[in-house]
């Protein structure tokens, strides 16, 4: 057996801070149900079949019971003495009933065969779930005494279990009590849950009008929401409580809360604008399960000494919190990713639609992106004569000058020939020069005779 962590005294059987062994310490429950074992002066011994994130106080022992057997916890027990048994471990609402029972069935047969072939008798504390009772119309209590026909198959899964448990007790072979758990809120709330869905969603890129959509089934129903804190706390003194023996006892918040109110409570700790959407695709809950239930703390208070201390809106800023640090470490981040690779793939999408369609009033349709290539190329590399004056320098420039100057010069007078010969002033003009030189020749002559030689 391979134990991670430190060691220490062996905690003493009379209830006082000793070692606690916690199944399942990895999950939800178990992580909140360690960490008020070890504020109450108990040093805790982590059981999971996987290493997870957890307290470097704790220790780990990897183990698991559905297939390796109950041998592996029997000697754990034997090695460490510890006062108290925390079963922790279980599956929630998984689609496969197969799975249900192996994890909420079958591994508390183990978990009893381990305690039954130990010498060591430490307290077992079974979190059960307040869904092995039978649904109730709206108003009345679920009391410990209440019928117990689920109506569900985690439901049915969480009874045989918690049954399996409280046969052992009335046989004399285990100390037991049997913590019937409502519905918890808190830090690390599992992204299957209702809340935890809504905190995924939060997390997610906001729309481009800047708010984020919240997908959920319809919110119909109200629930008994109790502070992951508070049931830790519960744990802690069912450890401890000597009338509790062979006990159920239920824990909750005593009051019902509509669960579109929870979910405002969450959405309003997020401080997000969302846009909240209800509709018939998917279920978080079966439509079996009831529209309304309240648990009766009564018992609790009256066999562990323990009353809730918190509302559901302290609950729900430390969800919010823990989701976020998980996003912000690394994980729990999928929904953000996705939503992030969705936004991208459209944004790219549009830059592909910008280019396409080009500038304001710049040519469209299939050979619209030639015909800017050819621009782009004419812009960028310039008429011919431009290109050689670069390449040739300042007295090519100089000289290029010149050579304009003197095309200018004659493109000016072809142009006033031109211009003359449309009008016939350019033959007219030849004679008259013609007749001039003429008559200036023979003036000449004329000057020469009159003279002589």
């Given at each position: 057996?391979?134990?991670?962590?430190?060691?220490?005294?062996?905690?003493?059987?009379?209830?006082?801070?000793?070692?606690?062994?916690?199944?399942?310490?990895?999950?939800?429950?178990?992580?909140?149900?360690?960490?008020?074992?070890?504020?109450?002066?108990h040093e805790v011994i982590a059981v999971a079949r996987q290493a997870a994130k957890m307290p470097a106080s704790w220790q780990f022992c990897p183990m698991d019971l559905v297939k390796?057997?109950?041998?592996?916890l029997t000697r754990l027990i034997e090695a460490e003495?510890?006062?108290?048994?925390?079963?922790?471990a279980g599956v929630a609402w998984s689609s496969s009933v197969g799975v249900m029972r192996q994890g909420n069935q079958l591994l508390v047969d183990q978990l009893l065969a381990a305690l039954d072939a130990a010498s060591w008798r430490p307290r077992l504390v079974h979190l059960g779930s307040v869904h092995e009772y039978t649904p109730q119309p709206a108003g009345v209590l679920l009391a410990e005494d209440s019928p117990t026909r689920p109506?569900?198959?985690?439901?049915?899964?969480?009874?045989?279990?918690?049954?399996?448990?409280?046969?052992?007790?009335?046989?004399?072979?285990?100390?037991?009590?049997?913590?019937?758990?409502?519905?918890?809120?808190?830090?690390?709330?599992?992204?299957?849950?209702?809340?935890?869905?809504?905190?995924q969603q939060l997390l997610a890129r906001p729309e481009p009008g800047g708010?984020?959509?919240?997908?959920?089934?319809?919110l119909r129903s109200s629930r008994d929401f109790v502070d992951a804190k508070d049931a830790s706390e519960a744990?802690?003194?069912a450890t401890r409580a000597p009338g509790a023996r062979g006990r159920v006892v239920n824990i909750g918040s005593g009051t019902s809360l509509h669960v579109r109110a929870v979910v405002e409570r969450l959405i309003a700790a997020s401080g997000r604008r969302v846009r909240l959407v209800e509709d018939t695709g998917g279920t978080v809950r079966p439509a079996t399960d009831a529209d309304w239930m309240c648990v009766d703390v009564t018992a609790a208070r009256e066999l562990l000494g323990w009353s809730p201390r918190r509302g559901p809106e302290e609950a729900v800023r430390d969800l919010w919190k823990a989701a976020k640090r998980a996003v912000g470490a690394g994980g729990g981040g999928g929904v953000r990713r996705a939503a992030r690779t969705?936004?991208?793939?459209?944004?790219?999408?549009?830059?592909?639609?910008?280019?396409?369609?080009?500038?304001?009033?710049?040519?469209?349709g299939p050979k619209a992106s030639?015909?800017?290539?050819?621009?782009?190329?004419?812009?960028t590399w310039g008429p011919p004569r431009t290109a050689r004056v670069h390449e040739r320098g300042p007295r090519a420039h100089h000289s290029m000058q010149s050579q304009g100057r003197g095309d200018r010069t004659r493109t000016r007078g072809s142009r006033r020939t031109g211009a003359k010969a449309r009008t016939g002033h350019g033959d007219a003009g030849q004679r008259t020069r013609a007749r001039g030189r003429a008559r200036a020749g023979a003036g000449a002559r004329a000057r020469a005779r009159a003279h002589g030689p």
């Open positions: 057996m391979t134990l991670v962590g430190t060691q220490s005294v062996p905690g003493a059987p009379d209830g006082s801070p000793g070692r606690v062994v916690v199944l399942g310490a990895t999950g939800f429950v178990g992580r909140h149900a360690g960490a008020a074992l070890e504020a109450a002066g390796d057997g109950p041998d592996a003495h510890p006062v108290a048994v925390v079963n922790a109506a569900t198959d985690y439901g049915q899964s969480k009874l045989l279990g918690s049954q399996a448990v409280l046969r052992s007790v009335e046989e004399g072979r285990t100390n037991a009590v049997v913590l019937r758990l409502s519905n918890l809120i808190g830090a690390g709330t599992p992204p299957g849950s209702l809340l935890g869905r809504v905190a708010a984020v959509t919240v997908q959920l089934s319809p744990v802690v003194a969705r936004a991208d793939a459209a944004g790219r999408s549009a830059t592909r639609r910008r280019r396409a369609a080009g500038p304001q009033g710049a040519p469209t030639t015909r800017r290539a050819e621009d782009s190329r004419a812009r």
